[in-house]
């Protein structure tokens, strides 16, 4: 899986991906549209039904620790009804990062 040019530079990425408890992380937004703006934050959703508290805490933390300045907002899909209207268009137009 390619990453989108503008953040495929970031190390944080193969630290989340190292993660055994997460399954898949969609990026949606701006920049998964690609009509972003330099500075537009990354908007990033998770999928990992099988983690514990103190798996997200981890997720968490490399997220907030990451090496960019740029604000990363992060959900969690497994948190959000399926009726959810951000939880279905980030299923319908995110664009998948990592999928085990």
């Known amino acids: 899986m390619q990453l989108p040019h503008d953040i495929s530079h970031y190390k944080f990425w193969q630290q ?30 998770i999928c990992c039904p099988n983690a514990k508290k103190y798996d997200w805490q981890k997720l968490v933390y490399i997220i907030d620790n990451s090496d960019t300045l740029l604000k990363i907002d992060c959900v969690n899909l497994d948190n959000l009804n399926d009726d959810n209207q951000l939880k279905q268009n980030i299923l319908k137009d995110g664009v998948v990062l990592y999928e085990k």
């Open 16 to 45: 989340l991906a190292s993660l055994p408890f997460l399954d898949k992380i969609y990026l949606y937004g701006s920049r998964a549209r690609g009509d972003n703006l330099e500075r537009s934050d990354i908007d990033l959703a």
